[in-house]
């Protein structure tokens, strides 16, 4: 969890999806919106398009709680509506998804897979967050959106030595914050 001290369990969450809760419903977005977001994110790699996503999959929890029956781990239910909404997005979008990308499974490895990578990507969200803008913006566009730095200097209209220089504060930024300390002899 990422902002509350308790898990919500399901029997809890289905009581208060039914009953209307809103202070378990705020605990349950405050709670599980950031991870919902990074996972709709890896599958969609649309930063709105994501945001839309876990939006209307807690509209739908408000609005359609009534009538839902949530067993099993809430993360689990979670992740897995918010990974289908996105799957269903893809198809309905018509773009060209790949077998390997649709074959979510639902097992405990593949689960935890997932888990570590969130965790990995809020992590290195985290120590991004110091960066000045500039430096964080170019690290984005080259790491997470797959630019090349001639590609990132034209789209800001700043020097390719910039966008390497740029690069090279926030990896090493990264590297001192993400890797174990070596003790020297």
Same mark, same amino acid.
């Given at each position: 969890?990422?902002?509350?001290?308790?898990?919500?369990?399901?029997?809890?969450?289905?009581?208060?999806?039914?009953?209307?809760?809103?202070?378990?419903?705020?605990? *349950?977005?405050?709670?599980?919106?950031?991870?919902?977001?990074?996972?709709?994110?890896?599958?969609?790699?649309?930063?709105?398009?994501?945001?839309?996503?876990?939006?209307?999959?807690?509209?739908?929890?408000?609005?359609?709680?009534?009538?839902?029956?949530?067993?099993?781990?809430?993360?689990?239910?979670?992740?897995?509506?918010?990974?289908?909404?996105?799957?269903?997005?893809?198809?309905?979008?018509?773009?060209?998804?790949?077998?390997?990308?649709?074959?979510?499974?639902?097992?405990?490895?593949?689960?935890?897979?997932?888990?570590?990578?969130?965790?990995?990507?809020?992590? *290195?969200?985290?120590?991004?967050?110091?960066?000045?803008?500039?430096?964080?913006?170019?690290?984005?566009?080259?790491?997470?959106?797959?630019?090349?730095?001639?590609?990132?200097?034209?789209?800001?209209?700043?020097?390719?030595?910039?966008?390497?220089?740029?690069?090279?504060?926030? *990896?090493?930024?990264?590297?001192?914050?993400?890797?174990?300390?070596?003790?020297?002899?």
């Amino acid at each position: 969890m990422t902002q509350h001290d308790r898990t919500i369990s399901a029997a809890e969450l289905t009581a208060g999806l039914r009953n209307h809760d809103k202070d378990l419903f705020q605990q *349950l977005y405050h709670t599980y919106s950031r991870e919902l977001y990074l996972l709709a994110f890896r599958w969609v790699q649309d930063e709105g398009l994501a945001k839309d996503m876990v939006h209307n999959l807690f509209v739908y929890l408000w609005e359609k709680g009534h009538s839902l029956t949530i067993t099993g781990e809430v993360r689990h239910y979670l992740f897995r509506a918010v990974t289908n909404r996105c799957i269903n997005e893809l198809k309905r979008r018509s773009r060209t998804v790949s077998e390997e990308l649709l074959r979510f499974e639902s097992d405990t490895a593949s689960f935890y897979e997932i888990a570590d990578y969130i965790v990995f990507q809020q992590e *290195l969200l985290k120590h991004l967050a110091p960066l000045p803008p500039r430096c964080r913006e170019i690290f984005v566009l080259s790491r997470v959106h797959g630019l090349e730095p001639a590609e990132i200097a034209e789209k800001l209209g700043i020097t390719l030595n910039t966008v390497y220089y740029q690069l090279s504060v926030a *990896l090493s930024t990264l590297r001192t914050a993400l890797l174990p300390k070596k003790k020297l002899r």
